[in-house]
């Protein structure tokens, strides 16, 4: 399973930024951030065919995960965008269709993409 993260980058507080994540297909989907000197951590979690979705408390109400099971993409619509939200942001898949909330239960991981908002 390969996946390929895109759609990072560089905006002010208050923006919004669409991630996506591509590659995966009848699996769940988690994206997971980390910032620089600090441990990688649960952003948001979508089952297969996407009924079931979690977003970490720290995102509820700004983020929103959802996928497009016919492009085999999930996004993370991101928006409210705060300076402690940058990060590098990845995603990952396991061999389930049930999304976990932790690193060790994901198999498969894309690379990074990253996320700076300046206050």
């Known amino acids: 399973v390969q996946l390929q993260a895109s759609g990072g980058g560089l905006v002010q507080a208050g923006a919004s930024l669409r991630l996506s994540c591509k590659g995966a297909?009848?699996?769940?989907v988690g994206w997971f951030r980390q910032a620089p000197g600090q441990e990688r951590e649960f952003v948001a979690g979508?089952?297969?065919?996407?009924?079931?979705?979690f977003h970490a408390d720290s995102v509820k109400g700004r983020f929103t995960i959802s996928r497009d099971n016919v492009l085999n993409t999930v996004y993370l619509q991101m928006d409210n965008l705060k300076p402690e939200d940058t990060a590098v942001y990845s995603c990952?898949?396991?061999?389930?269709?049930?999304?976990?909330?932790?690193?060790?239960?994901?198999?498969?991981w894309g690379q990074g993409t990253q996320v700076t908002v300046s206050s």
């Open positions: 979508i089952s297969w065919p996407g009924r079931k979705i």
């Open positions: 297909s009848r699996t769940a």
């Open positions: 990952a898949t396991r061999d389930s269709s049930y999304p976990g909330t932790s690193v060790s239960e994901y198999d498969y």
